[in-house]
């Protein structure tokens, strides 16, 4: 850290003081050799010979940050003055069934907006059948420039789209935004849910009042339903310096990974059967871990619909010292069961707004559910 404090100096003190980039100055593919290189196999590898999700996760993270330091590469410098964190999982949509942990497999991707001192980094995945790589997945993820210490933002290059493709990608980038910020305006943390809602949650508290008893207190569950309190499962992490980033904090790739994985664990355990995601979407990174910390991690059936099981997974952190929790990340995550799941029942209120919250997400995947039935992919 000491000798990044030297690199102050190489910041920009405005926007316009940095040479703008094009796409293609951060466009790269990488590829991951499975199939060449069968020592590798074994971290990706799933007991039911699948690729790890998790895993791919953190090579998503990875390559996020090292696409934001090529956009604001500084040639004549060769540490970059810029701390990159990941700020944000906008989306992951899968579009491909198995994966294979015995076939090669290529990632891309590039900026495609920036603000003044966050990043839209478009990604891909691919594999090799055959002689071709057919894609897996696309991800959306907002990286954040800070200083050299990562204690205040950092201006980062502009970006000029050459092409209609790059000028509508630059749009969907500003419309992302407003997206994001029109989807956190209504959040029901902040506002009331909507009259169909509202409606969606009475019907649900009457189908589960004792019709015995003319009370509001005694509630029985229907057939194939679970209390949404039952379906939580929890996880300690202690953060040791083996996961910690340049920046002396934990891995954004390690945090998502472990979430991933207790996700999917609920989703396996309450469907009754093996779960495939299908989705994620909007993780936010709202604070930095530190090394040391004691990550608490809690995971919940949000939502189901039919094959579909919506994951919630918040995780918190207190120091040894200090016993206070502090919310650093909430998780999303949608799976698909290989057989019909129970419906899932809130029982309080604050439950009913996880309940619909979790239908918000679900409702938001982009992927069409028909595609899904042979997207195979696991841990
Ligand atoms: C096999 C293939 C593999 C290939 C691998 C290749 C490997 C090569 C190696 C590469 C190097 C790898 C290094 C890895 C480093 C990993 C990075 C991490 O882990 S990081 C660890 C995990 N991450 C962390 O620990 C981060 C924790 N979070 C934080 O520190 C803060 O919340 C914050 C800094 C993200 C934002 O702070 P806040 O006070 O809000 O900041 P401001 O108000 O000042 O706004 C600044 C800008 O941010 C925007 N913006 C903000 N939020 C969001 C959002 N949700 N959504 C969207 N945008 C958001 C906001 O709009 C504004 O934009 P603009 O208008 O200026 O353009």
């Known amino acids: 850290m000491e000798e990044r404090k030297l690199l102050h100096s190489f910041l920009a003190e405005s926007q316009k003081g940095l040479p703008p980039r094009r796409m293609k100055d951060s466009y790269i593919e990488v590829l991951l050799p499975l199939g060449s290189e069968p020592e590798l196999r074994e971290k990706y590898l799933t007991v039911q010979n699948t690729v790890r999700f998790g895993r791919i996760l953190e090579d998503l993270d990875s390559l996020g940050v090292l696409i934001c330091y090529m956009h604001t590469k500084i040639h004549s410098v060769k540490m970059s003055p810029l701390s990159i964190v990941t700020a944000l999982v906008d989306k992951i949509d899968m579009c ?44 959306t993820f907002v990286m954040v420039a800070r200083d050299s210490e990562n204690k205040g933002p950092a201006f980062v290059n502009p970006l000029i789209p050459e092409s209609p493709e790059e000028e509508e990608l630059f749009r969907q980038g500003e419309s992302n935004k407003g997206r994001r ?11 009331a849910p909507s009259a169909e809602e509202r409606t969606t949650v009475h019907e649900m508290f009457l189908n589960t009042l004792d019709p015995k008893t003319i009370s509001f207190q005694s509630r029985v569950l229907p057939p194939n339903a679970v209390w949404m309190e039952n379906s939580k499962l929890k996880s300690l992490e202690i953060c040791h310096p083996q996961e910690r980033n340049i920046f002396n904090r934990i891995f954004g790739g390690f945090l998502m990974r472990k979430a991933y994985e207790l996700a999917w664990a609920t989703a396996c355990s309450f469907g009754g059967s093996r779960a495939f995601v299908v989705a994620v979407d909007d993780i936010m990174f709202q604070k930095p871990v530190e090394v040391g910390s004691l990550l608490f991690l809690s995971s919940q059936v949000c939502f189901t619909q039919n094959n579909y099981i919506q994951v919630r997974v918040h995780s918190e952190v207190a120091s040894l010292q200090n016993k206070e929790h502090t919310t650093t990340n909430v998780f999303h995550f949608t799976f698909m069961s290989e057989k019909e799941v129970p419906l899932v029942f809130p029982r309080t209120y604050g439950e009913s707004m996880l309940y619909l919250d979790g239908q918000r997400h679900f409702n938001s995947m982009s992927v069409p559910v028909t595609l899904r039935k042979d997207n195979f992919v696991e841990p």
């Open 96 to 139: 491909k069934k198995s994966l294979s942990p015995e076939q090669d497999i290529k990632f891309s991707g590039h900026v495609s907006w920036v603000g003044k001192t966050s990043m839209e980094v478009k990604m891909q995945m691919f594999q090799l059948h055959g002689d071709e790589f057919c894609p897996v997945l696309d991800a």
């Open 181 to 191: 910020i029109a989807f956190s305006s209504v959040s029901l943390l902040k506002m």
